[in-house]
């Protein structure tokens, strides 16, 4: 007996695309550049302060939206590419700017050659980033080689924010414009850094810890240069404890990496030894790896 057809269901077509989930990281994203611009509006406008605040916003907004895809299950290349867009506008061209229009002005070529620095030197770390991401060694996956670009953004902002605590004028523009082309250099330097993205407390320390995140909340929402200002100071204490703890890391993997290419040469010459014993009498080499 024949069993009757069953009748097809036809069902509703989709929409293709993303849903509007997926592109909340790549909002954000484009919220960090329109804030660091935002900042180059209020430099230009004699508002430095604020303009120091936009681009610590934008700095708080690159945080976020790399965790937010991560979350959200949206990472992709365009969101990458989009990232690395944003954080050369944002902490790169907005900070020179800045600069040069708070006080690098007054040295005229000078001062603009030393904002032009800043703003390639964050160009050019951000492509050497994006070139090395998957070949670096296990032990350098919890360091930058260099300053982050945001954290290099703030920094150097920080002779604005301590003019902010002494009054105008107590910083001549040439100390200025040396320490754009010092944080420069050490963006694109080789000099390790932390990387804070994969850094794991003990148990212990979480409640300790949430109130020393509680307190720079506070001191930012209060006394907000006071704060940045140790912020800053912090921030470049850890840069020779993290060159420290790199080379110790890489010493150790150096040694490791000897120890395994010696007992690999070991078991090479006893295995020319076995085969010297050929009918022909000559001693047969192996190559190693």
Do not use: H
Request: proline share 6%; glycine share 8%; charged share 15%.
């Amino acid at each position: 007996m024949l069993k009757p057809k069953r009748r097809r269901t036809r069902q509703a077509p989709r929409l293709r695309g993303l849903s509007l989930t997926k592109l909340i990281p790549s909002m954000v994203t484009v919220a960090a550049t329109c804030a660091g611009l935002t900042g180059v509006r209020f430099a230009l406008e004699g508002n430095f302060e604020f303009a120091v605040g936009a681009i610590v916003l934008a700095s708080i907004l690159d945080a976020l939206d790399g965790r937010m895809a991560r979350l959200l299950n949206a990472s992709s290349e365009f969101g990458a590419q989009l990232d690395s867009l944003s954080d050369v506008v944002a902490f790169g061209v907005a900070p020179a700017l800045i600069l040069y229009f708070w006080i690098l002005t007054d040295l005229s070529g000078v001062g603009w050659a030393a904002a032009l620095i800043l703003a390639v030197s964050c160009g050019l770390r951000l492509a050497r980033f994006n070139s090395r991401i998957d070949s670096l060694p296990p032990y350098a996956y919890n360091y930058f080689q260099g300053i982050p670009a945001p954290a290099a953004a703030l920094l150097a902002l920080f002779p604005l924010v301590l003019s902010f605590l002494f009054g105008a004028g107590s910083i001549p523009a040439s100390v200025v414009a040396i320490w754009c082309v010092v944080i420069a250099i050490l963006m694109v330097s080789e000099v390790p850094t932390f990387s804070f993205k994969k850094f794991k407390l003990p148990s212990w320390s979480i409640v300790p810890f949430m109130g020393v995140v509680a307190a720079a909340i506070a001191g930012l929402a209060g006394a907000p240069w006071e704060t940045l200002s140790v912020i800053g100071v912090l921030y470049l204490i850890t840069i020779p404890i993290a060159a420290l703890r790199y080379a110790k890391l890489k010493a150790e993997a150096d040694k490791l990496r000897g120890e395994d290419d010696g007992s690999e040469d070991d078991d090479n010459s006893a295995g020319g030894d076995d085969s010297s014993d050929s009918g022909d009498g000559v001693a047969t080499l192996r190559p190693v790896g």
